[in-house]
């Protein structure tokens, strides 16, 4: 911690008296403008032949006015896209710590694996004779997906963790239509500290919402849950370990009471990278659970980018599992692709048009392998181990509740610690964009007041993490030393300062349009 008490607020001043520059560009820092404004139309990059003369059979739906779309040489294309590449932060240029999202490192080996003719340019509607090879690691991922999880089956369809979780309860929903209860059962219970995910889930295909309150430790209370039971509830959505970070300690309680209610225990396993090879689920009495595939075994994800979220199944459930399923057959691998045909008898149907995500798949065999047995069950100590590390680091700056017992893989503090210094914890993350960090995942879960939830994952070294810890430090001092111009201005050193969010998500301007002539705007 040899960085505190440093003087950074003369540092700070001093950069904001800088000049404006001319071009409004930072040393090497390049402002860069939209591809329409900096475009020209009659610009481009390619030297095409005019084509032989042709029959347009567009009759009168074809364009008569210029499209104009901007053009750009060669170069300016490249440039544009570099300078845009370089505003952008991702978990290959520094730290990620977001909660709740495991961005972790992604090894490039898993991206060569993808990368592999067989993988990358099949077509998924192909004869299945020709991708043999492909199955076989959708098979040899499913028993992996198994054998850590202890289930009976695996649907590897549902291309996000979201989508795993519609998956799943459409299974649940299937088993009690099946068992003459699905008008009856019509509510599914989901604790207050969730993942948004789980209510609009459970809303989307019918069922009421009703919510658990958590217990002043952070976890469910199975008396509340024996509670809040009857003959209407169709299902439990847990989140193990929770959004707080911490293990349900009473799982095995709640799922006992939850299956004496005849109804079904669905747990979220977004977060199974902080248990991975230590905790076999079924063990815990889960009939459903989503994996995603993109947080626990690597691969990039966030900013709308690929998932895969697997559903493992209880013995219950299995007979739903969706089409198409994989199967071995006489000859060898084979996927079912229509419900009701031998297989598929009680499928719930399609999740997806076809196999689910393959690149996906790929990559995350690629990191079971690597890492084997022991090296998956390291993966999930060492990342809660660096959790635990930045919470003791930063707890006697800053407030941790729950802290009373050992956090899972991620680190939660509230904003107690800001109180009379006239700052948020939203000017605490922007803070730390001036300090070269993406912030972390700030006000949730809603159970907190002002959280902040850090996790940082095993990728992080030793020296990565107390650098970060330092950073926070610093910024915690500065906090309590009032020196609020520092964060309620920040970031200063953004490409974009402090956006209207609200605005931005309320009301998005996502076409552009040509400004006016500037003679007409004269007039
Ligand atoms: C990320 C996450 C989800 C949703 O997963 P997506 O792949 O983003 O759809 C659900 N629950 C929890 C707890 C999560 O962290």
């Known amino acids: ?161 979201a989508h795993g979780e519609l998956c799943g309860m459409m299974a649940i929903k299937a088993a009690h239509a099946a068992r003459g209860e699905g008008e009856q059962r019509h509510v599914v219970l989901v604790p207050e500290s969730a993942h948004g995910t789980n209510p609009a889930t459970a809303a989307l295909i019918g069922y009421e919402v009703r919510s658990i309150p958590a217990r002043p430790d952070g976890t469910v209370d199975p008396e509340a849950v024996k509670a809040a039971l009857g003959p209407e509830v169709a299902a439990l959505m847990l989140t193990n370990p929770n959004t707080c970070g911490l293990f349900e300690r009473d799982v095995v309680a709640i799922a006992e009471a939850v299956h004496e209610a005849g109804a079904y225990f669905y747990s979220d396993g977004a977060n199974f990278n902080a248990i991975l090879g230590k905790v076999r689920i079924a063990d815990l009495g889960v009939d459903a659970m989503h994996i995603n595939l993109h947080k626990t075994f690597s691969t990039p994800h966030g900013g709308g980018g690929p998932g895969a979220g697997p559903v493992v199944l209880s013995d219950a459930l299995a007979p739903f599992a969706p089409v198409p399923a994989l199967v071995a057959t006489t000859d060898g691998l084979a996927l079912v692709e229509d419900e009701g045909a031998d297989g598929a008898e009680q499928a719930l ?43 003791a680091c930063l707890m006697d700056l ?79 001092l500065a906090a309590k030393a009032g020196d609020k111009e520092r964060f309620l201005g920040a970031p200063y050193y953004a490409p974009r300062r402090r956006l209207d969010e609200t605005r931005a998500a309320r009301t998005p301007v996502l076409r552009w349009t040509k400004p006016a002539p500037v003679a007409d705007a004269a007039e």
């Not at 053009?71 to 932060?89: D, I, K, Q, T």
């Not at 690149?359 to 890492?371: I, Q, T």
């Not at 964009?433 to 879960?445: K, N, Q, R």
């Not at 959280?451 to 940082?456: D, F, H, Q, R």
């Open 1 to 161: 911690m040899n960085r505190e008490g440093r003087g950074a607020t003369t540092a700070h001043s001093l950069a904001l008296t800088g000049p404006e520059t001319f071009t409004g560009n930072r040393a090497l820092d390049l402002e860069e403008g939209l591809i329409f404004e900096i475009g020209r139309t009659e610009v481009t990059g390619v030297d095409i032949a005019e084509p032989a003369p042709f029959r347009d059979r567009l009759g009168t739906q074809a364009r008569t006015a210029p499209l104009d779309l901007p053009g750009l040489s060669e170069p300016e294309a490249m440039r544009h896209y570099v300078r845009l590449s370089r505003m952008n932060y991702g978990i290959d240029s520094g730290l990620f710590p977001l909660g709740s999202c495991t961005m972790k490192h992604n090894p490039r080996l898993n991206e060569k694996m993808a990368r592999l003719p067989g993988f990358a340019d099949i077509h998924p509607l192909q004869p299945q004779s020709t991708v043999k090879g492909a199955l076989g690691l959708m098979a040899e991922l499913s028993r992996y997906l198994l054998e850590l999880t202890g289930m009976q089956a695996v649907a590897l369809t549902p291309k996000a963790g």
């Open 349 to 391: 149907g399609r999740m997806s048009a076809f196999h689910g995500q393959m690149g996906m798949f790929v990559r995350a065999l690629a990191w079971m392998l690597s890492h084997g047995a022991d090296g998956m069950r390291q993966a999930s100590e060492d990342a809660v181990l660096s959790a635990n590390y930045i919470r």
């Open 398 to 476: 800053m407030s941790a509740p729950f802290a009373d017992r050992p956090a899972m893989h991620e680190a939660l503090f509230d904003d107690a610690w800001l109180a009379g210094t006239g700052l948020t914890t939203l000017d605490v993350a922007k803070a730390l964009i001036d300090e070269g960090y993406h912030p972390m995942t700030v006000y949730f879960p809603l159970v907190v007041h002002g959280a902040m939830l850090i996790e940082p994952t095993e990728s992080e070294s030793k020296a990565s993490l107390d650098l970060f810890i330092a950073s926070l430090r610093d910024l915690a």
